[in-house]
Every structure is written in C-alpha cells, then in structure tokens.
C-alpha cells in the first residue's frame, strides 16, 4: 500500500532490531505501524494521516499529547538539577506529599520505574511483615512481569484458575505459592483462606482488571475483601496502575470508600489470628 511505505518501512526495520518490532507486546497491532508526531487527541503516523488517539496510552496521557503546561513543567524541572545518586530533593519530597495527600491508603511513599516493579515492592513487603509466603491473586488481573504473580491474566477455558503462566521462562517454583480465586467471588477467596489457615500474606488486585476489558467490582465483593483480610491479618494491595489518578485523583480506592492496607491498618497484624471461613469453591 503506497500510503503507508515510510510507516511500514520503519516498522520492518524496527521488527530487525527489537523483538516484534516494539517494547511491549500490547503496541503489536498492525496497521498503523509507526508515528511521527502527536497533539492534544492526535497522532499522525509517518505517512501523514492523522488519528484520533482513543487508547491515550492506557490512560496515562490525561491531558493529551505533548502538552504545553506538561512540558513547561518538566523543562523546568530539569533546567537546574537532574539525576543525582544520593540523598534525596525538594522535588522528590514534593512529590511524595502529593500523593500522600491525593490517595486514601498512602502514608509513606516510594518511587519505581515500572508497575511491575511496584508489585514486585508490594508482595516483598507484604511477605516481610506477615511472615507468610501464600499470595491471592485474581483471573484476568494483570500485575506485570514480575514472576511470582504472573499467571492467570487471559486464560483460554481450559486452564482458567489452574496452572497458566504468562510467559515461558517462569520457574514453577515462583508460582507455586500464588493462589488464583475469581474476580468478584468471595466465597472463592474464603476458601482458599481456609485451605491455607495463617499462610496468606496478601491479597492483590487490579480494583477494576482493565486488562481484560472493564470488569466493575461489585460494592460487597470489595468490602468483603477488605473485611476478610483484615479478620486474617492479610495485607489486601490495590494494584492501581491504571486505576490511579486515572479513574479519581485518589485512585479507585476514593470512589469505592474501601481502603486497602496501610501501616496504620497494618498494627493489628501482631494481634490477628486466622478466623474460619467458608470451605466452599466455585466448581
């Protein structure tokens, strides 16, 4: 196709160069390949043609492409500091309040360069101060590539809440001790809970699995999350990648009221003992 030789042309060179010819497996689509420019709601790919960008890069770009109040502020930035390998600045401090101020559960705040990275924070400290190993995870949330939780995002029938990494490559061992219970089931969560009595060390989800589609939570699975993992000293972790600032300033946690565990919550772990819970699975 004539109208899309330059676009096509980079992407057979990308394709060369870096596996499948992107940085993540997500921006593999086909036509359009390859872009130029972008502006407020438009992208424009190397041909000329312009888009309406309904994607906006999963939600992260809320206020559109190349924005000039964005830009402004990161040139600012960067005009009298950079990347310094120690102690800390006004920046990094001001940033770290701001969040503190927007999202329900932050107290303390530490950054990453990755979701993934996040996660892998997350189950580590949670691990840490429960002193268990067991990790919930949901079918069809997505958590990144870290090993221990990648599984189970989206599954064929036949192996949906069985054994289904994300990848080849994952030791078996990193997984043996994530459990998969079904999004918006409680009784499913309940019984794995009873099948490892004061083992679980954490709950995690994507508060609304975007990765899959929209699934919206229901109210009472929510609640009933937070209540389960508070009665078991469990850690229950929002994964709001997406959800946050995107969905509220202060993440889902803000619209839904039910806030997950923070170091303030997190003083009854030295008192919490595991509770019975219904044995009952989901056939």
């Not at 424009?44 to 770009?61: E, K, N, P, S």
């Not at 809440?161 to 309940?190: C, K, Q, R, Y």
Request: hydrophobic residues 40%; glycine residues 8%; proline residues 5%.
């Amino acid at each position: 196709m004539t109208h899309t030789l330059n676009s096509r042309a980079l992407a057979e060179e990308a394709e060369r160069i870096i596996p499948g010819g992107v940085n993540s497996a997500t921006r593999r689509i086909g036509a359009p390949w390859a872009w130029r420019s972008a502006h407020g709601a438009t992208i424009t790919d190397l041909d000329g043609r312009d888009y309406i960008d309904y994607h906006a890069a999963f939600g992260a770009i809320l206020l559109g492409h190349v924005d000039e109040r964005v830009n402004a502020a990161v040139t600012a930035a960067i005009q009298d500091i950079d990347l310094v390998g120690l102690g800390t600045t006004e920046l990094e401090v001001e940033a770290a309040r701001l969040v503190t101020e927007s999202i329900p559960s932050a107290e303390v705040v530490i950054s990453t360069m990755s979701g993934s990275e996040s996660v892998f924070q997350a189950i580590r400290l949670a691990r840490g101060v429960t002193g268990r190993s067991y990790i919930v995870k949901f079918q069809g949330c997505f958590h990144g590539s870290y090993d221990a939780i990648a599984r189970n995002v989206i599954s064929t029938p036949e192996t949906a809440w069985g054994m289904d990494p994300n990848s080849a490559g994952i030791l078996p061992d990193a997984l043996e001790h994530t459990l998969v219970a079904e999004f918006n089931d409680l009784a499913s969560v309940e019984a794995l809970f009873a099948e490892h009595p004061g083992e679980i060390a954490a709950v995690i989800l994507e508060p609304v699995p975007h990765n899959v589609g929209a699934l919206l939570p229901e109210q009472a699975f929510l609640e009933g999350l937070r209540e389960l993992t508070r009665r078991t000293g469990s850690v229950l972790i929002f994964d709001e990648v997406i959800t946050g600032f995107r969905h509220a300033l202060g993440g889902y946690q803000e619209l839904c009221g039910v806030t997950p565990t923070s170091r303030r919550s997190a003083s009854r772990w030295a008192t919490a003992t595991p509770s019975p819970v219904s044995p009952d699975r989901r056939s």
